[in-house]
Structures are given as C-alpha cells and as structure tokens.
C-alpha cells in the first residue's frame, strides 16, 4: 500500500461565475522514503497538490489516501490529527511563530502532541543540532537569517517523526547556496531517516536533487520520471 | 501548557503601543469604576453618619405618636426594663434620654425657630457627634447650668458668641408658654449647615424645668456598635419593652428619605457602570479583531501544522485574560489608592457644599474603600476581557487553515 495515493484527482475553485480548474484527473502513488519534487510553472497546480496531500484543503472528485486513511471522508478534528501526527509542513516563508525561539518552535508541534516538557527540550535541541542550528536556539526569528529560518523550519516538520513532510517551495525565498545547503539537509535527513519528502518547485536545483520528478502543468501530470 | 502561555503572553506585545493603549483605557475605566463606588459608598456613609450621629440614632424609643406628631405632649417616662437591658446589651455602644421640642431662640434684635435637644451631656457623648463637633467652647460645662449649644451658623446669624445670652421660648405640657434665659457655652459644627443654623442643645433638666415637665422625656436614642445590628436589636427590644404606650423605630423607619435615596442612587449607578463597561468591552472587542486579523495567516499556518482550533481559541482568550487581568491588578492599585487617599484628606466640595447639605453631606466629601464593591469591579474587568475575546477567538478558528494562510489580513 503506497504512503500516498492520489487516483483521479479533480480540483475547481468557483471565483464568481468562473469556474478555476486546479487539478485535473491527477494521478500519484508515492512510496514511503521517497525524495520527489512537483516541478512545474506558476498556476500548475503544485502548491493545490500538496495542500490537498496535506488534508489542507478538499478535493472536487477523486479519492486521496495517506497513511493509510482516505482523507476526504476525514472529519475537521480527524484531519488535524493526521497533520499532527503523520504529516510535517515546510512553507514558502518559513511560517515560523515570531514570538517564540527557534527551539520553542521546535518544540511546539510536540506541544500539540503532548510530548512532555523535557522530552521536547531534548528532542528539539537534538534535531537543531542535525540541521546546524545549535547555536541558534534560543534566537527569534526575526534575528535569524532566511537560511536559517528554514533549517528551523524543516526541524519542526521533522522532529515528531512524520511519515511525509510537505514543502511548499522550500528554496523560494533563499539565495542559490543556501537552498543548495537546505536540500542537501533535507536530502540527508531523508536518506538516514527514511523520511519521505515531497516538495513542490521551480527551481532547477531542487529538481537535480530530487530522485523522482513529477512535473505539472495545467493541472495535469505532464511527466512522472525517476533518476 | 507553559509554552501556550508564554506565546499568549508575548502575543499581547507584538504591537505595544496598542496593547498599552488598550491596557491604559482598561485601567482608567476600572479606576473611574473604583472612584465612583468610593465616592457612593462614603456619600452613603456620610449620609448615614451624619444623620444617625445628630438627631437620629441607630434605634430609636418613642412615646406612641411623637414619630407621627412630635410634640411633647407625645412624651414618656423610660421604664426601668428599657434602661437595664440597654446596660446588659453589649451590642449597644450607649443611650441617651431626650426631650426634643421646638422652639424660639430669640436675641435683642431677632428670633429663630429651632429645634431644642435637651440632653444629658455625659451621656449624649455615647451617641452623638455633637460633642466631638464643638469649635468654640464647650459641650456645656459643670459650673453653671442655664447654658445653651449652637450650631456655627446660627452663632453667626443671631451675631453671638461664647458666654452671650439668649432667650428660649417654648410651649408648655400644659400649654402656656416657657421660657428660659441661657448662656451659649458652645457652638458646633457639623458641615451641614441646616442642622447647623436649627437646632440647639441643652441640659435636659433645664428643658424639663422650662416646659413643666418632670422625669418625662420624649425618646431614647440608642447607639450600636455595629450599624448592621440595627433590626435584630430593635426586634430584641421590641421584644423585651412590651408596652402600648412605647414605640421602637430604626433609622432606617425614621429617615425613609435617605432610605430611597440609598435605592435609588445604586439604581441610577447601575447603567453608569454598565456604560463604562460596555466601553471597555468594545475595546477589548476592537483591538482584538485588529490583532487577530493580524495574525490570520499565522492562524492558517499553526492550525496546518496540527494546533487544534481549540487550543487557539485558549492562546486568544488566555491573551485577552492576562491583558484585562494586569488592568485589573493596577486599577486596583491605583483606584483603591485613591479612594483610601482621598478618604483620608477629603475631597472639599467648595461651592458645591451648599447643595450637598441637602443630601445629607458637609463640606467635605469623604469617599469609602468597599473591599466587595471594589473586589467586584475589578472581577468584573477580567470577566468582561475574556467574554467578549470569545467572538474574536472563534471568528479566528472559522476559516479553514489555507483560507487563512491565503488572507493576509482579514
């Protein structure tokens, strides 16, 4: 049974009378420990893709499973629960909570799982040593870097262990090295972790790091290949 | 847990001068709540005293009809049951037998219309704050006897001072007229300045002699230690003196003016205090709205990565409760300061003190900390920020997390 299975995926938006199609008939099976990325320009449908994947937002037609669990009969409280415990988010701008550390951010999701406080300070701080950020535990966002933001950010995605972490255009917002540096973390936690990732792109750099690549366009799968 | 209240806590500062502003209007509305009250409370207080430590009493024993009819031919001689359970009770701070009519106070050159108090002077100390309100000279002294107490402003009217003579004129029990020729020995003032033109004090032996009265008296105004006694006494009293020719009164039956005054005053209070917090309930309501639109796509995000729209509504309502819980703490502070402040130095009333009179208040105005009252008020701020935090922390759990993290403000 693959992690996730997309099978005939349709996805309208109505903006006043005009009906949006955002995904058309999307096919996707995708296995646990997989690498991939969505590649495709803006408007394709990728970031629809991944929302959907994540029980973020409903779907027209079809049927989605992940984890196990066909997500558009799930109920609101059952949907957070699946992002909660079996899906981490990675975004665009971070999306990080301003008021908290870089290590309470950390730890928040596990708040939300009701790890125990010195569970969470110890996972936390473990996990930002993985990905380089020691030294900035107990830094704000606001005094970190977009790198390092996202490094932060992709700890939080990680640390309670999700069966699939979601990233929205992860290297958007960061220069060519430090989204080199982000994908290599990524790609390391996914190779020692078993962590699937699945993120969406245009970035011709993510999409050499990905080993499978799946590219949109108009709201269909245009290519599915494997490196 | 810890974690949601520092993030709540930190949340209220993201933008401090709206949260100071906020937290300021709060504040001023609570000390404005807190001032109001204190000044009720000792304008009642002050009402109460002023008319219970002058004419009145706690508890009052009269001859049946002198409370419908007060003349003295209304009178009575105190039973000595009434004067030896007034000794044994130890509710009872002190009684004095009086005999009160009224009169003509009359000089070369003018006359007034007053009420004569004839009293004994050792023990009208126990129940009355006329000897303690002496200015000039004193609460009748033991060397002569034809001596007479007045209030300031009749001092000034009839022109006379300390050791001047005037002429008491009144009818007798047998209806011819009495007189008698006093000298002042004291003159009093109370702050209410219609007590204080009126109505004069002296002994009474010498009133009974000058009306053709003998051991009859026409009330016994009896004083408590603790005002909220007044019924249970009167009804152990009522009790204990059985007789158709006594009647007991409280202060309360005795001064129904100040009784509907009282009523009335926490009734027209009641909308004023709802206006002040409706006014701070909007802007709880207001300032909540604007920092949660803020913070819409926030909002998305933390419900996308697993934050239940429960525990967000806890981290928005916990926010509003530190906020209203910190205004409460300081305009407690600060209006409870005030008030004990100001209740101690006395707000002076100037040219208002004359209409103030008529309400039953001095020249100064003494507001009175109420623990409850105040307690409440402050309760009542708290309950009033997380009350109408409830619309704006449910209004920003409605949205689904990509409709929120699709709107940058709401």
């Known amino acids: ?73 799930l109920k609101p409280r059952q949907l957070h629960e699946l992002r909660l415990y079996q899906i981490g ?41 993985r990905v380089g950020l020691t030294d900035q535990m107990h830094r704000r966002p606001a005094a970190m870097s977009g790198g390092q933001q996202q490094r932060v950010a992709v700890a939080r995605a990680i640390v309670t262990k ?66 | 847990m810890s974690l949601l209240i520092k993030m709540a806590w930190l949340n209220i500062w993201r933008n401090k001068r709206r949260a100071a502003i906020l937290l300021m209007a709060m504040v001023a509305g609570l000390v404005g709540v807190i001032f109001s009250l204190g000044v009720v409370s000792g304008w009642i207080s002050q009402m109460i005293d002023t008319a219970v430590g002058t004419t009145e009493s706690h508890v009052k024993v009269m001859a049946t009809g002198f409370h419908e009819n007060p003349v003295i031919e209304n009178h009575f001689v105190p039973p000595r049951a009434l004067h030896e359970h007034l000794r044994t009770d130890a509710r009872v ?9 009224s009169g ?32 000039k000279g004193d609460f009748f002294t033991a060397a002569r006897t034809s001596q007479i107490v007045v ?41 209410n300045s219609g007590f ?55 202060w309360q039956e005795r001064l129904p003016f100040i009784v509907q005054t009282l009523s009335l005053s926490k009734r027209m209070m009641a909308p004023y205090y709802g206006i002040f917090y409706l006014a701070m309930a909007f802007g709880v309501l207001n300032t909540l709205l604007m920092a949660i639109g803020e913070r819409t796509h926030e909002i998305g995000v933390l419900m996308a990565i697993g934050m239940r729209p429960r525990n967000m509504i806890l981290v928005i309502v916990m926010e509003s409760f530190m906020l209203s819980a910190l205004a409460a703490a300081i305009g407690l502070t600060v209006g409870s300061t005030l008030v004990l402040w100001l209740g101690h130095t006395g707000i002076d009333l100037g040219s208002l003190a004359a209409g103030a009179n008529y309400f039953g208040l001095g020249r100064t105005l003494r507001p009175q900390f109420d623990p409850g009252m105040t307690a409440a008020a402050a309760v009542a701020t708290i309950a009033i920020g997380v009350i109408f935090s409830l619309q704006p922390a449910f209004h920003a ?14």
Request: charged fraction near 25%; glycine fraction near 8%; hydrophobic fraction near 40%.
């Open chain 1, 89 to 129: 988010f990675v975004f665009q701008a971070y999306n990080l909570i301003p008021v908290l550390t870089a290590c309470e951010n950390v730890e928040f999701t596990m708040l939300l799982q009701g790890v125990p406080r010195d569970e969470r300070r110890r996972r936390a701080t473990e996990i930002l040593d």
């Open chain 2, 397 to 410: 759990v409605w949205k689904t997390p990509v409709e929120a993290m699709n709107s940058r403000n709401a």
């Open chain 2, 151 to 191: 209030g300031d402003r009749l001092a000034q009217r009839i022109s006379k001072g300390i050791g001047k003579k005037v002429v008491l004129t009144s009818q007798q029990l047998g209806g011819e007229l009495g007189a008698a020729a006093l000298r002042i020995a004291g003159v009093f003032d109370t702050g």
């Open chain 2, 93 to 101: 701070r002190g009684w004095s037998d009086r005999v009160q009519v």
């Open chain 1, 1 to 73: 049974m693959p992690l996730v299975s997309v099978k005939n995926v349709n996805k309208a938006y109505k903006t006043g009378a005009t009906e949006v199609h955002a995904l058309r008939g999307v096919d996707l099976d995708l296995e646990t420990g997989e690498f991939t990325a969505i590649a495709g320009p803006s408007g394709s449908g990728k970031t629809t893709l991944l929302n959907i994947i994540g029980g973020l937002d409903t779907i027209s037609d079809g049927s989605v499973v992940v984890a196990d669990q066909d997500i558009s009969g």
């Open chain 1, 162 to 227: 999700p069966r699939i972490v979601l990233a929205d255009e992860p290297t958007a917002n960061l220069d060519s090295q430090t989204g080199t540096n982000l994908m290599a973390v990524m790609k390391q936690l996914n190779e020692e972790e078993a962590i699937t990732f699945l993120f969406s792109t245009h970035d011709q750099m993510v999409m050499s790091h990905a080993r499978r690549l799946i590219r949109l366009h108009d709201g269909r799968v245009e290519s599915d290949t494997t490196a």
């Open chain 2, 104 to 135: 003509l106070l009359s000089t070369a050159d003018q006359s007034v219309l007053v009420t004569i108090i004839g009293v004994d002077p050792v023990a009208e100390t126990t129940v009355s704050v006329i000897p303690n309100a002496i200015v």
């Open chain 2, 196 to 250: 204080d033109e009126h109505t004069v004090y002296v002994r009474k032996d010498v009133l009974q002699d000058m009306l053709g009265m003998h051991d009859e008296i026409t009330e016994t105004a009896i004083a408590l230690h603790d005002i909220d006694m007044t019924e249970v006494v009167s009804n152990d009293l009522r009790r204990r003196v059985q007789s158709e020719h006594l009647q007991i009164y409280t």
